[in-house]
């Protein structure tokens, strides 16, 4: 079974179209995030969910909106995609343990994004 | 604010030789974890060992093994007994205590195991 799924796996879209990123997780974790991998293959965090809050939520613009329905989604939603948004992005969850250490993230397949 | 630096972009080794890749990182944390991932040309993130910095063991998976050095602020993976299919970009990885618990991660090196 997969932990975390992500959809769509890829996603070829023009400037200025809205665009949704799917993911799921059946680890029964409470934490999940989104990172950006860009082109020089960097990662870097872009937004973090405990139990349904948002809790970090680093220098995004606000066409990228997370939204978290239950602690086992988080999906993406980037509206007016520019050409510099084209990355792979990755979608992982963790469980918080009760000391506030963490396990190890699982991610997922990643959805490589390109604006035309 | 946490930084992970690694030095080296890209390596190569033989196969079934062993190759060391570097890593500090800058923390003012006293408890935190730190983690290799591993990601083949597939993009899958596949999480290769990870150290508790509580922990004075260094830890150690198959032929995997790190050298942690606190003090030092380094952390170190080595491989042993190189196969092809290591082939991959190593990231180190850092994440502090508390309820965040995102990774900052270091750029990345390339690592290709030639036969």
């Known amino acids: 079974d997969t932990a975390v799924s992500q959809t769509p796996k890829y996603l070829v879209t023009q400037m200025g179209n809205d665009k949704s990123i799917k993911c799921e997780q059946n680890l029964g974790h409470d934490t999940m995030y989104w990172y950006k991998q860009d082109s020089k293959k960097f990662l870097k965090i872009m937004f973090s969910y405990n139990n349904k809050e948002l809790i970090i939520n680093e220098t995004v613009p606000n066409r990228f909106s997370p939204k978290s329905p239950d602690k086992a989604h988080l999906n993406l939603h980037i509206n007016s995609l520019e050409l510099g948004d084209s990355a792979v992005y990755f979608c992982?969850?963790?469980?918080?343990?009760?000391?506030?250490?963490?396990?190890?993230?699982?991610f997922g397949p990643g959805t490589r994004l390109t604006v035309l | 604010a946490q930084t992970v630096t690694q030095s080296q972009p890209e390596m190569s080794v033989q196969e079934a030789e062993t190759v060391t890749l570097s890593c500090t990182y800058d923390t003012s944390e006293s408890n935190y974890y730190l983690f290799w991932y591993k990601q083949p040309p597939s993009r899958q993130m596949i999480l290769v060992i990870r150290?508790?910095?509580?922990?004075?063991q260094n830890a150690t998976e198959n032929r995997f093994s790190v050298n942690f050095q606190k003090a030092a602020k380094s952390f170190s993976l080595k491989i042993s007994d190189s196969q092809l299919g290591d082939t991959a970009m190593y990231f180190c990885a850092f994440s502090g205590g508390g309820s965040q618990g995102n990774l900052i991660f270091g750029k990345g090196t390339k690592l290709s195991v030639k036969p």
């Open positions: 150290q508790e910095a509580y922990k004075q």
């Open positions: 992982a969850s963790s469980q918080v343990r009760a000391e506030g250490f963490l396990n190890e993230q699982f």
